[in-house]
């Protein structure tokens, strides 16, 4: 993460805001709410799942202090991490409700409780702290919790035959292998995989234990079958894909081909069946989760932003795992779309649920379903997960950009900044230039390692652009530039002992670098209308527009309201024209059809030749970013325009 420093227009703001504003914020409202003294035997309440939002907080602002300094955000840290070091039991365990409400009645409810999901992000705040400041305190505590719980679970005589019902310890698991070297943490991260949904179900066992009503096959939290028997993903959105997230990071460190082949079996069921546009994923507010295939509505989306980071973490282990841009696509439409919009601009308000239609009037009326998602975003949520979720993923988004093998440095997005990648022949630097995801032009110059030894630099090539370019200039040898890449006219160019190949999506140029070589990419950012798939019924006679990896939306205070009412016509030209709002953003311009509802008087309906009664009027309709609506007045939003076959 530290790898990697931004000077774009459009990452490096947001993490600075994530930094200076976000951080503070959230700390004060973990400490308005009660979530900083959960331990506090006079504290008036506490919950199941507080010490997940605490530690999520710790881990962003582990992140944020490697990157920038600030003693105010390392005291709090310190203070926070003090208070569950102390509170540990001399047995490891660690929890702030079981701890205040009955020490007997901890591990007794894994179904609907959140104690194994708790554990999972204290120990990902202790590995970040530990990394990134050198402190290994929270370390050594949730080293000793993950010994208690790895005593506690298993197939051993006496233990219990447990999982977690809100899956993340798995991850968090992996990482204290990688950092520690202990295997009994990656045993145990496996156990949970392998575990899960065989028979007789545990978690029907421990409710009939406690005379409660059984749960069923639980499909809600991925227990209906067993991990490896499973082909769809089901159930609670951000659950199913931080399993699924850490069931590659268990197949690859084991070296597990059948493990990673059910991977990428959920993983094209999400992308080519249960994904928003916007890179969202659980479609139903009744139990955050995936339904069925091809069901995305659109005003009841929920799409959770919690949601779009968990997809972000899968694709991010499944590129690192097979090199392949279809994984760095998605993760590119989740971090631009579905996660960018869960946040304000100024970094103090948050979408919980991501609709793709909002019609505030119908929300404020009725309720926002479940959980009372409102129409706009809010400072904080009772179950605010979100929140500190999207500041640690932000604090750590230099880790998505690019990655390493022993000969390789693969670029997956292309923000402007430097990334120094670590090979086997030394240090490479990156300098990438451009105005990224405006506009498709990037310049990558390269300050190789003093080894003078061959290695690859392998470019994305995104699915999003239909020409994509590339041309390399040689260190010192002004104006001459060579043309690697045309996929237009499909030549290539063979420079002296250069090798260029495309491989599964990604440009692989290998060579012995000069410092001062450049390559420059041209991506073709051309306005494009996409439609879904016959069977998604929401969006029938409808498109989407996209720009780059941009998906676009319409709001009221540009168009006016009643979205529904506009359509835009199959043959019209989108055009991209630079705004100054919002710090300064490109929109999409066109010449569109608005139904008048002036003649239709006090008429609900009318027969559909009656063409008194179905008068349109061209207007000029502007779309902007879907990640910067709810940035100026309230109103309604829409992705998907009606499209009409005729122009006017």
Same mark, same amino acid.
């Given at each position: 993460?530290?790898?990697?420093? &931004?000077?774009?227009? &459009?990452?490096?703001?947001? /993490?600075?805001?994530?930094?200076?504003?976000?951080l503070?914020?959230e700390?004060?409202?973990?400490?308005?709410?009660?979530? /900083?003294?959960?331990? +506090?035997?006079?504290? #008036?309440?506490?919950?199941?799942?507080?010490?997940?939002?605490?530690a999520?907080?710790?881990?962003a602002?582990?992140?944020?202090?490697?990157?920038?300094?600030?003693?105010?955000l390392?005291?709090?840290? $310190?203070?926070?991490?003090?208070?569950?070091?102390?509170?540990?039991?001399?047995?490891?365990?660690?929890?702030?409700?079981?701890?205040?409400?009955?020490?007997?009645?901890?591990?007794? +409810?894994?179904?609907?409780?959140?104690?194994?999901?708790?554990?999972?992000?204290l120990?990902?705040?202790?590995a970040?702290?530990?990394?990134?400041?050198?402190?290994?305190?929270?370390?050594?505590?949730?080293?000793?919790?993950?010994?208690h719980?790895?005593?506690?679970? =298993?197939?051993?005589?006496?233990?219990?035959?447990?999982?977690?019902?809100?899956?993340?310890?798995?991850l968090? /698991?992996?990482? *204290?292998?990688k950092?520690t070297?202990?295997?009994?943490?990656?045993?145990?991260?496996?156990?949970? @995989?392998?575990? !899960? =949904?065989?028979?007789?179900?545990?978690?029907?066992?421990?409710?009939?234990?406690?005379?409660?009503?059984?749960?069923?096959a639980?499909?809600?939290?991925?227990?209906?079958?067993p991990?490896?028997?499973?082909?769809?993903?089901?159930?609670?959105?951000?659950?199913?894909?931080?399993?699924?997230?850490?069931?590659?990071? @268990?197949?690859v460190?084991?070296?597990?081909?059948?493990? *990673?082949?059910?991977?990428?079996?959920?993983?094209?069921?999400?992308?080519?069946?249960?994904?928003?546009?916007?890179?969202?994923?659980?479609?139903?507010?009744?139990?955050?989760?995936?339904?069925v295939?091809y069901?995305?509505?659109?005003?009841?989306?929920?799409?959770?932003?919690?949601?779009?980071?968990?997809? @972000?973490?899968?694709?991010?282990?499944?590129?690192?795992?097979? /090199?392949?841009?279809?994984y760095?696509?998605?993760?590119? %439409? #989740?971090?631009?779309?579905?996660?960018?919009?869960?946040?304000?601009?100024? =970094?103090?308000?948050?979408?919980?649920? +991501? !609709?793709?239609?909002?019609?505030?009037?119908?929300?404020?009326?009725?309720? =926002?379903?479940?959980?009372?998602?409102?129409?706009s %975003?809010?400072?904080?949520?009772?179950c605010?997960?979100c929140?500190?979720?999207?500041?640690?993923?932000?604090?750590?988004?230099?880790?998505?950009?690019a990655?390493?093998?022993?000969?390789?440095?693969?670029?997956?997005?292309?923000?402007?900044?430097?990334?120094?990648?670590?090979?086997?022949?030394?240090?490479?630097?990156?300098?990438?230039?451009g105005?990224?995801?405006?506009?498709?032009?990037?310049?990558i110059?390269?300050t190789?390692?003093?080894a003078?030894e061959?290695?690859?630099? #392998?470019?994305?090539?995104?699915g999003?652009? %239909?020409?994509p370019?590339?041309?390399f200039?040689?260190?010192?040898?002004?104006?001459t530039?060579?043309?690697v890449?045309?996929l237009?006219?499909?030549?290539?160019?063979?420079?002296?002992?250069t090798?260029v190949?495309?491989?599964?999506?990604?440009?692989?140029?290998?060579?012995?670098?000069?410092?001062?070589?450049?390559?420059?990419?041209?991506?073709?950012?051309?306005?494009?209308r996409?439609?879904a798939?016959p069977? @998604?019924?929401?969006?029938?006679?409808?498109?989407a527009?996209? %720009?780059?990896?941009?998906?676009?939306?319409?709001?009221?205070?540009? +168009?006016?309201? $009643?979205?529904?009412?506009?359509?835009?016509?199959?043959?019209?030209e989108?055009?991209?024209v630079k705004?100054?709002? *919002?710090?300064?953003?490109?929109?999409?311009?066109a010449?569109?059809?608005?139904?008048?509802?002036?003649?239709?008087?006090?008429t609900l309906?009318?027969?559909?030749?009656?063409?008194?009664?179905?008068?349109?009027?061209?207007?000029?309709?502007?779309?902007?970013?879907?990640? *910067?609506?709810?940035?100026?007045?309230?109103?309604?939003?829409?992705v998907?325009?009606?499209?009409?076959?005729?122009?006017?």
């Open positions: 993460m530290t790898q990697v420093k &931004f000077s774009d227009n &459009f990452w490096a703001e947001r /993490l600075e805001t994530n930094r200076e504003v976000t503070p914020i700390y004060k409202l973990l400490k308005k709410t009660g979530r /900083l003294g959960a331990f +506090n035997p006079k504290a #008036a309440t506490v919950h199941e799942y507080w010490d997940s939002d605490v999520k907080w710790l881990e602002a582990a992140y944020s202090l490697a990157v920038s300094p600030d003693k105010l390392q005291r709090r840290v $310190d203070a926070v991490v003090s208070s569950y070091v102390n509170a540990q039991l001399p047995d490891g365990y660690l929890n702030s409700y079981y701890q205040r409400i009955g020490i007997d009645k901890r591990w007794s +409810n894994l179904h609907s409780m959140h104690e194994l999901y708790c554990a999972g992000h120990m990902e705040a202790a970040a702290r530990a990394v990134y400041s050198g402190e290994d305190d929270f370390l050594q505590a949730l080293c000793r919790y993950a010994d719980i790895a005593a506690v679970f =298993g197939t051993a005589r006496g233990q219990k035959r447990g999982y977690p019902g809100h899956p993340e310890i798995e968090a /698991l992996i990482r *204290l292998y950092l070297g202990e295997q009994r943490y990656l045993d145990l991260a496996a156990y949970f @995989v392998d575990e !899960r =949904g065989q028979l007789p179900y545990y978690f029907n066992a421990e409710a009939k234990a406690r005379g409660d009503r059984l749960p069923g639980c499909a809600y939290m991925q227990a209906h079958l991990m490896r028997k499973q082909k769809s993903a089901e159930g609670h959105a951000v659950r199913a894909c931080y399993l699924y997230a850490a069931m590659v990071d @268990v197949a460190e084991r070296d597990d081909k059948e493990l *990673l082949a059910v991977c990428r079996d959920l993983w094209r069921n999400i992308t080519t069946r249960r994904m928003y546009i916007t890179g969202g994923v659980g479609s139903s507010q009744v139990g955050e989760r995936f339904t295939d069901d995305l509505p659109n005003e009841d989306a929920y799409a959770e932003t919690c949601a779009a980071i968990a997809l @972000v973490f899968f694709a991010q282990r499944m590129l690192n795992a097979d /090199l392949d841009s279809s760095a696509d998605t993760m590119e %439409r #989740a971090l631009y779309n579905g996660v960018a919009a869960g946040v304000s601009r100024d =970094g103090t308000k948050f979408f919980y649920a +991501n !609709r793709l239609a909002v019609y505030p009037e119908l929300i404020e009326k009725v309720g =926002g379903g479940y959980h009372n998602y409102p129409a %975003r809010q400072k904080w949520f009772d605010s997960c929140p500190p979720n999207i500041a640690r993923l932000y604090a750590s988004l230099g880790a998505y950009v990655s390493s093998s022993a000969k390789t440095v693969a670029l997956h997005l292309y923000a402007a900044g430097r990334v120094s990648a670590h090979l086997e022949c030394g240090t490479a630097k990156l300098a990438i230039e105005d990224y995801p405006w506009d498709g032009t990037v310049s110059t390269v190789p390692p003093p003078g061959k290695f690859t630099i #392998a470019l994305r090539l995104p999003w652009c %239909r020409n370019a590339a041309t200039h040689a260190a010192g040898s002004a104006g530039a060579y043309t890449l045309d237009s006219i499909k030549t290539s160019v063979k420079l002296a002992d090798t190949r495309v491989i599964k999506g990604y440009l692989h140029i290998t060579r012995c670098w000069q410092a001062g070589d450049k390559i420059e990419l041209n991506l073709p950012m051309e306005p494009v996409l439609a798939h069977s @998604v019924r929401q969006n029938a006679g409808q498109v527009l996209q %720009r780059g990896p941009l998906v676009y939306c319409l709001e009221e205070c540009d +168009n006016g309201k $009643d979205l529904a009412a506009i359509s835009l016509p199959a043959n019209a989108l055009h991209s705004s100054a709002a *919002l710090g300064g953003y490109i929109m999409i311009k010449t569109a059809k608005r139904k008048s509802a002036t003649a239709w008087s006090n309906y009318a027969p559909a030749d009656d063409q008194a009664k179905l008068i349109t009027k061209p207007i000029t309709m502007q779309a902007i970013p879907y990640c *910067l609506w709810d940035n100026r007045k309230p109103g309604e939003m829409r998907w325009i009606n499209e009409t076959e005729r122009t006017l």
